[in-house]
């Protein structure tokens, strides 16, 4: 029932006023939770501070979907999230429903046992036949149900020695001044002695409800039930967040279970135009209008809102604690409207901008990449400033481990070849989108083509890597502090000659990121670009987005036992020194058995030494010393500095066997003369990338000619290696026909299949 939770009560009320913390494994809150009420919260991320929350169940929260009983585990799931809040200082209430829904299937059930009991007497027999249930009076079920689910609440409350108390209310009771005040006063004084009340209408006597004139922009709200009772309360005991739980994940822009309905993330007052709203549930009274409606009324009267589901049995364990943790979940009610484009706006405006880029003359987008490589060079000046305080900001900051600040800083040499490789992409693009690769005559007068167009919307992610840009722009004519803002605001003047500004978004903070990475209808494919935890994260959060990327880059040198003196140094060299912090950067060095203790073996340790390349042994390595450098930790490891690993092999057989178990099929080198050794090598490593007698560092799209490259891919599927422009296309079928039916081709119709290959359209020669 409590999970891995285990709680040590704490009775001293005093104590459990402000920040005493009684849960063993949850962090204590140290931030002050007063709050002076008025204004609602503007974001999420200041839910934390809300000091006195509404928690309003709704009937299918409360109770089963099949009828049978009350839904025990979400129910103490949420008695132990709300006892964890107040346990935090917090002063917690909870408007409950499910009064009516309980007390109905009590009811049904006592009823259904009285009649056979009955039937049973009288005719001697215990057929439970004929036995109609008569309509039950909702007034009645809810009497019965209020006391078992109070019950129940007590119970669970005293497993966290958390005393509960039952306010039964009505709309009467509001509009009653006296009462009003009475009522005030004794959630203040429960609240006071740290108990939780737990409120509901008290449907055994409420009144038939009112026309609800009242809730447009006036000030009281009438209470026909449980969602305007928990946001008059709300407002009434100045709550600083109103947690309204339901069977749906929050407020949809249309019914859920419509085609293209879309959960709304932040409403805004105003928004209502834009939602349409489906029947209520089965239990439901109020409706999602009546919750809208309620939580536009609370929002105005300072308190914030957030509608959420507590049925889903993956969520409702922590919806509440999350909510208040400022993590996205469910409808955020928010007064304070962003002033630029949500992520989604961005992301419709790159598919629109994307759809008309792809339907530009193959000129015009090649005069786009030309623009793009003339502005990297002529503002070269301005991109090179800004670049440099972005570094010392890093710096200042102490915030950037060293290959990560390497990788942020621009020069302008990397400015140059950046400009040199767009225009080769703006070279050899002329016919990349458009290009027919296969044509079919599939039968007389209908035929078919198949041509490249492009994947559609990327989403790249870039961190310290202001170089993407650029690149990953001109392949895909893409998105990430200053220098990506005055690289995303050159492409964007780029793209302007012909009228696409928009086709390229930056998206600047992680936050985003994640929602960006939800957007399975907009977004086509995901790039990321940086650390390998960062590849890691965006593979996790990526939702149904494939991810075109690799999450390691352990690539190995094997040198072999007929390796060549003068190629080893300068290979092993060139792949760990020349920019330890890439991803095709040498990680482990496989050495033959033989050449141990032989010169050419000291000649590597020497070369490693005089770059200063730290050294870890592998186990088998140190058997072999008496005094071996640190032992690694795992033969797994990307270092990305100045370090490697040493192992050594039996065999080419053995180096092999080493790379698949440890390596990254990223890129991966044998050294040697022997050739039958190197193609072995060569055709057994399932690698990416596979090299022979050359530095791990080739491998890179501008280096195989490739022009600038998105990344280097070690999935299997459509692109593998370094991506070029071809890894960034996709192809679609274009079928040209006469009036043809396939049921012309059956056995006895008239037309047959001829599936002959026509010759494919001349390139163009320029
Ligand atoms: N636009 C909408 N967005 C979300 N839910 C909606 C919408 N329109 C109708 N609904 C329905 O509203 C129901 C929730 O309201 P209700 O039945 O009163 O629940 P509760 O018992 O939790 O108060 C959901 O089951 C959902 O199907
Ligand atoms: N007071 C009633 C519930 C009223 C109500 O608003 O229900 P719901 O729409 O499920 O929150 C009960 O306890 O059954």
């Known amino acids: 029932l409590l999970g891995s939770m285990y709680y040590l009560p704490c009775r001293n009320q005093r104590l459990r006023n402000e920040s005493i913390r009684c849960w063993s494994n949850i962090p204590f809150i140290t931030m002050p939770l007063s709050r002076a009420h008025g204004k609602p919260f503007a974001h999420r991320s200041e839910l934390k501070h809300a000091k006195r929350i509404v928690v309003k169940l709704g009937s299918a929260v409360v109770t089963r979907g099949d009828e049978c009983g009350l839904a025990l585990g979400r129910l103490a799931s949420i008695v132990e999230q709300v006892s964890m809040l107040q346990n935090q200082g917090r002063e917690m209430m909870i408007v409950t429903s499910g009064a009516v829904a309980f007390g109905k299937q009590r009811l049904r059930h006592e009823i259904l046992l009285s009649q056979s009991v009955r039937q049973a007497l009288h005719s001697g027999q215990s057929q439970l036949k004929d036995m109609a249930i008569p309509v039950l009076e909702a007034r009645a079920c809810a009497a019965a149900g209020q006391s078992g689910l109070m019950a129940l609440y007590e119970a669970m409350f005293t497993q966290y020695s958390i005393c509960a108390a039952q306010i039964l209310v009505t709309n009467l009771d509001f509009h009653d001044e006296q009462k009003r005040r009475n009522l005030n006063g004794t959630l203040h004084e429960l609240l006071r002695m740290n108990i939780v009340p737990i409120i ?289 605001h050159l492409t964007q003047e780029a793209l302007s000659i012909h009228g696409v500004r928009d086709a390229v978004q930056l998206v600047n903070t992680r936050e985003e990121v994640e929602d960006l990475c939800r957007l399975d209808k907009l977004i086509d494919l995901i790039i990321p670009r940086g650390s390998s935890q960062l590849v890691r994260n965006i593979q996790k959060a990526a939702k149904g987005i494939p991810v075109m990327g690799h999450s390691e880059g352990i690539c190995h040198v094997y040198v072999d036992m007929d390796a060549s003196v003068e190629k080893v140094t300068r290979i092993i060299r060139d792949s760990k020194c020349e920019y330890p912090a890439a991803c095709n950067a040498l990680e482990t060095l496989l050495i033959h058995r033989d050449l141990l203790r032989t010169p050419l073996f000291d000649q590597i340790i020497d070369m490693l030494r005089v770059e200063q390349v730290k050294i870890h042994a592998g186990p088998k390595f140190a058997s072999y010393l008496t005094f071996s450098p640190s032992e690694v930790k795992s033969l797994r490891t990307e270092y990305g500095d100045l370090e490697c690993c040493i192992e050594v092999v039996d065999s080419v057989k053995e180096a092999v066997e080493h790379i698949h178990k440890y390596g990254s099929s990223h890129t991966d080198v044998i050294i040697t003369e022997n050739e039958q050794t190197a193609e072995f090598f060569l055709q057994h490593v399932d690698s990416a990338c596979v090299f022979w007698n050359a530095s791990t560092r080739f491998s890179d799209g501008y280096r195989f000619g490739l022009g600038a490259e998105v990344g280097i891919s070690t999935s299997r599927i459509h692109a593998r290696g370094p991506v070029g422009i071809e890894g960034l296309l996709t192809t679609k079928w274009l079928l040209r026909g006469d009036n043809h039916v396939v049921s012309d081709f059956s056995e006895h119709g008239s037309m047959k299949y001829l599936h002959e290959s026509l010759p494919l359209p001349q390139r163009n020669a320029s």
């Open 200 to 488: 509901n209408t008290n449907d055994a006597v409420v009144p038939p409800p009112e026309p609800n004139s009242d809730l447009q922009g006036v000030n009281v709200i009438s209470v026909k039930d449980n969602d305007s009772l928990a946001a008059r309360l709300a407002v009434e005991m100045k709550t600083d967040l109103l947690i309204v739980l339901s069977d749906v994940e929050g407020l949809f822009d249309s019914p859920p279970g419509s085609d293209d309905a879309k959960l709304i993330d932040i409403f805004y007052p105003g928004d209502q135009q834009s939602v349409t709203f489906g029947t209520k549930s089965r239990v439901g009274m109020g409706g999602m209008e009546a919750k809208v409606k309620a939580a536009l009324w609370a929002l105005q009267g300072g308190t914030s809102v957030v509608i959420a589901n507590g049925t889903h049995p993956k969520i409702s364990g922590h919806v509440i604690t999350d909510i208040v943790e400022g993590k996205k979940v469910g409808t955020f009610f928010s007064e304070v409207k962003p002033a630029g484009p949500t992520v989604e706006q961005q992301a419709e405006m790159a598919r629109a901008g994307g759809r008309t880029l792809a339907a530009l003359q193959p000129e015009q987008r090649a005069e786009i990449i030309y623009r793009l490589a003339d502005l990297l060079t002529d503002q070269r000046e301005e991109i090179l400033l800004a670049n440099k305080k972005d570094l010392e900001e890093a710096e200042n900051k102490g915030r950037l481990a060293l290959p990560l600040l390497k990788r942020l800083s621009l020069s302008t040499s990397k400015l140059n070849s950046l400009a040199i490789g767009l225009r080769q992409i703006a070279a050899s693009s002329q016919d990349s989108v458009g290009r027919v690769i296969r044509r079919t005559r599939i039968a007389k007068d209908l035929d078919l083509e198949q041509v490249t167009v492009p994947i559609g919307v990327l989403l790249v992610i870039f961190e310290s890597r202001p170089d993407c840009l650029p690149q990953v722009s001109a392949l895909a004519i893409a998105k990430a502090a200053r220098s990506n803002q005055i690289l995303h």
